[in-house]
T-cell receptor, first 113, second 116 residues
């Protein structure tokens, strides 16, 4: 079992839809929970990060963490074609070098106009 | 925001040659730099973590003699793929951190390596 599970999709929605992206994890030692957006052939861009259970909102994006269920979500409201990308969840854990980021496989999102 | 650059963005080389990839933090000093590899439709896999002035820490299964990492300054780290083989073809991405915590990692644009 991988430490971080994420459905790769693809997920296709019409413009204006609410998108829900999810990850589950198995390691209780994960500390920070982040969401990255990655366009094709580009490096990941940090969208949001949270530390505790609950919701965190930033514009059209809401990150949700449920530590008891080991489940995190990213909601995108009023989705736009420019949101079409791969969304990666990632979690930090302490390792021998300091802190490591463990990524999910990424979910490919396509928003059609 | 913090900017991380990588060079080259794309490289094609013959099997058996060595390739060096540079990662630079342009507007901040990176205490820690990370190197990842991403195969098509796969997640980013951490290869190694390097702190300025010290030896890199490699993840299990990553050959340190094949993937040489140098972190000579707070703004530059290099990854050298030695004696590259076609199976080393991948997307290599670096990130730079400011406090050592994963929440402050800023990623470069990646380098696509194709070994013929």
């Amino acid at each position: 079992q991988k430490e971080v599970e994420q459905d790769p999709g693809p997920l296709s929605v019409p413009e204006g839809a609410i998108v829900s992206l999810n990850c589950t994890y198995s390691n209780s030692a994960f500390q920070y929970f982040m969401w990255y957006r990655q366009y094709s052939r580009k490096g990941p861009e940090l969208l949001m990060y949270t530390y505790s259970s609950g919701n965190k909102e930033d514009g059209r994006f809401t990150a949700q963490v449920d530590k008891s269920s080991k489940y995190i979500s990213l909601f995108i409201r009023d989705s736009q074609p420019s949101d079409s990308a791969t969304y990666l969840c990632a979690m930090t854990v302490a390792n021998q070098a300091g802190t490591a980021l463990i990524f999910g496989k990424g979910t490919t999102l396509s928003v059609s106009s | 925001g913090a900017v991380v650059s990588q060079h080259p963005s794309r490289v094609i080389c013959k099997s058996g040659t060595s390739v060096k990839i540079e990662c630079r933090s342009l507007d901040f000093q990176a205490t820690t730099m990370f190197w990842y590899r991403q195969f098509p439709k796969q997640s980013l896999m951490l290869m190694a973590t390097s702190n300025e002035g010290s030896k890199a820490t490699y993840e299990q299964g990553v050959e340190k003699d094949k993937f040489l990492i140098n972190h000579a300054s707070l703004t530059l780290s290099t990854l050298t793929v030695t004696s590259a083989h076609p199976e080393d073809s991948s997307f290599y991405i670096c990130s730079a951190g400011t406090s050592g915590g994963g929440e402050t990692q800023y990623f470069g644009p990646g380098t696509r390596l194709l070994v013929l």
